[in-house]
């Protein structure tokens, strides 16, 4: 159909997730589907307070300070609860790791898989009505597992899903597997449902691609005192180009980073959290923000790198809560990254 013309083949969430587990044979157990099912409820879920917030007094803080010494805001503990339970509930998770939680949650039963999470990223911003955003990475514990912290201080590269949902004008969900493409999801608030949007119906072709380059970049320059050199001549060389032809990029910082990230993915560009003198070795964390966003990227053809300019997929944390460097964005863009980093060693 056209523009504009009632779609009447539309596939959700839950429809996609069916066909996929149907072309997977009868091997397919079905306990993925099962999670994916209760991961979306919670994004519905943290979709329908985060909506609320300012008519139900849940913006402002909460009072108490998380394990990375974040201040929690009253929705980074409501949607830390939503999250906890409903992974426990839909009985598929062992091991929870979540940004609001200082130990890894280890439940009973024997669910396969462990999760890594961050409920409400980029929630400095909530009161002011910006973006924010879930990041959710997901692992298949090896047979031998035990249930443990160890099972999730892994590399990306054993991701076997991850994404991000982000509560914005609409709440859209990105979820990738791993190998595969990089697919969009709007939730439709009156059915209550995510619906396929990348690709959809009527354009089969609109999975979610990076552009190989775009003239954008997204970092906080008022950390930039902050940068080592090779940080310093990348930013100054995309700023004031050499060439007489050269045009500046544009500056975008939204200040959560699935907004960025979702805006990076969709327009092409550059988003760069560095480690610098003030946070050594970066501010984001690794397991639930650097390793799924880096997963989504490379899966929509972009690249990720640490500070060192190593394949974020390829960092394994020691600690759950480790933090990173990271440059991520369009293919083009990350390798002119390596190039300046390479000059300045
Ligand atoms: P969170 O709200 O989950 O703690 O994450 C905040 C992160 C990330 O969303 C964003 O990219 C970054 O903090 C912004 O940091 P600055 O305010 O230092 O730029
Ligand atoms: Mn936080
Ligand atoms: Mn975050
Ligand atoms: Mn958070």
């Not at 997730?17 to 072309?23: G, H, K």
């Not at 060192?308 to 991520?328: A, K, N, T």
Request: proline share 3%; glycine share 10%.
């Amino acid at each position: 159909t056209g523009d504009g013309e009632v779609k009447t083949n539309i596939i959700t969430l839950t429809r996609f997730l069916t066909e996929r587990q149907n072309e997977l044979g009868n091997h397919a157990t079905g306990d993925f589907t099962l999670l994916c099912h209760a991961l979306q409820f919670s994004f519905k879920s943290i979709a329908y307070y985060i909506r609320r917030a300012t008519l139900t007094n849940l913006i402002g803080l909460a009072g108490s300070s998380n394990t990375t010494g974040d201040d929690q805001k009253k929705l980074d503990v409501i949607g830390n609860e939503i999250f906890i339970n409903v992974m426990r509930g839909c009985g598929k998770v062992k091991v929870l790791v979540s940004e609001e939680e200082e130990e890894a949650i280890i439940f009973p039963g024997d669910g396969k898989y462990a999760i890594v999470c961050d409920p409400i990223d980029g929630s400095s911003n909530l009161d002011a009505g910006v973006s924010v955003g879930t990041i959710f990475g997901v692992f298949r514990l090896t047979d031998d597992a035990e249930g443990t912290a160890e099972d999730v201080c892994k590399p990306g590269t054993e991701l076997v899903a991850s994404g991000f949902t982000m509560y914005g004008a609409s709440t859209q969900l990105v979820l990738t597997v791993k190998g595969g493409n990089v697919n969009g999801f709007t939730l439709d608030n009156a059915l209550g449902e995510f619906i396929l949007t990348h690709p959809d119906v009527c354009t089969p072709s609109r999975v979610m691609r990076i552009p190989k380059k775009r003239g954008i970049y997204s970092v906080n320059e008022g950390n930039s005192i902050y940068w080592d050199e090779a940080c310093r001549a990348y930013f100054d060389s995309i700023k004031f180009p050499s060439t007489p032809e050269g045009k500046p990029y544009s500056a975008r910082y939204i200040g959560s980073m699935v907004a960025d990230a979702y805006r990076t993915l969709c327009y092409g560009g550059i988003f760069a959290y560095p480690a610098d003198k003030k946070s050594k070795k970066g501010k984001l964390r690794i397991l639930y923000e650097c390793a799924p966003m880096a997963m989504v990227m490379e899966n929509a053809g972009g690249l990720a790198v640490t500070s060192d300019q190593r394949r974020m997929l390829e960092v394994v944390p020691e600690h759950i809560h480790d933090r990173s460097g990271i440059f991520m964005g369009s293919y083009d863009e990350i390798k002119k990254v390596n190039e300046v980093y390479e000059k300045h060693g």
